[in-house]
């Protein structure tokens, strides 16, 4: 079941533009984003956008495109769940990482920047060593997967919109160019 998220209070004559997409959430997902005031572009007024999502379950990752969750996914992490998975919870992460290096497009996103990270791994008496080693090692290992640290849950919320909102355009532009290229060699 499809809801839209949007608690925008609007000045009489704004409009509402409603995402072209519907965002779906992993049914195991603890703590979901709401895609609550995303704005457009200036290209569009920075109008506000509805966001519709849906909420299942997905093979990999949190976050995916409905009718694309083979092709895109966002994995989102909280500081603590995100050094967590770097020591206790690391084989089911490369698990994940596995699975998402398949797609088109794969991200993981954290709440938060490298000092909250490191902060929080001091805290738990890990080498930080052996935890930038093991974040070196996953991007070799897996190039398509693109890594964001953002300053706090708001950012890493926006992010996780703009990323997938970007993807569904590429993948319109790509189905638009292959469809000319269609109507010409039919012409032809």
Known sequence: MSTFQSNFVTPPGEAIIVADFTVVIDQREQAPFGFRNIRASAA????????????????????????????????????????????????????????ASKMEFAAVVVEGGWAEIMQRISERKVAAKSITGSMIAWQMRYPTIHWWTCADRRMAEVITFRLLERFWVERLRKVREAMQASEQGVRL
Do not use: H, M, Q
């Open 44 to 99: 569009n007024g920075n109008a506000p956008i509805a966001v519709p999502t849906d909420t299942t379950l997905l093979a990999t990752g949190d976050y995916s495109i409905a009718g694309l969750e083979a092709f895109v996914t966002v994995e989102r992490k909280s500081v603590p769940d995100f050094v967590g998975t770097l020591t206790a919870g690391r084989e089911r992460f490369e698990d994940e990482l596995e699975r």
